[in-house]
């Protein structure tokens, strides 16, 4: 899970270029909140979760904004917000408790 968050604050120029940046953050953020919310055993837990790591990637972008290379990105916003939603339905469909 740490990896996650340094990895996309790493400056720009130390990493090589990466063939599906779109598709790593919905993978990431995805993994992140399916992980997270098989871990809780509420419903309303679930939520939180998914929101946490919604709000988490949100932090992280605007972080960006303060590493040399990086910048804020509505596009991975929107790559975040469809691995969340994407971990949601699945969470959905899975039995919990």
């Known amino acids: 899970m740490i990896a996650i ?19 790593l953050h919905f993978t990431a953020f995805g993994s992140m909140a399916l992980l997270g919310g098989r871990l809780v055993s509420t419903p309303l837990h679930i939520i939180l979760v998914l929101l946490a790591v919604l709000a988490a990637s949100w932090v992280i972008e605007v972080l960006q904004n303060l ?27 899975l039995p919990h408790g």
């Open 67 to 93: 590493v040399p290379g990086r910048r804020f990105c509505w596009r991975d916003m929107a790559a975040n917000l469809g691995g969340v939603l994407c971990a949601g339905a699945c969470l959905a469909l």
């Open 5 to 23: 968050p340094l990895g996309c604050l790493l400056p720009f120029a130390w990493l090589r270029a990466l063939p599906n940046d779109k598709l």
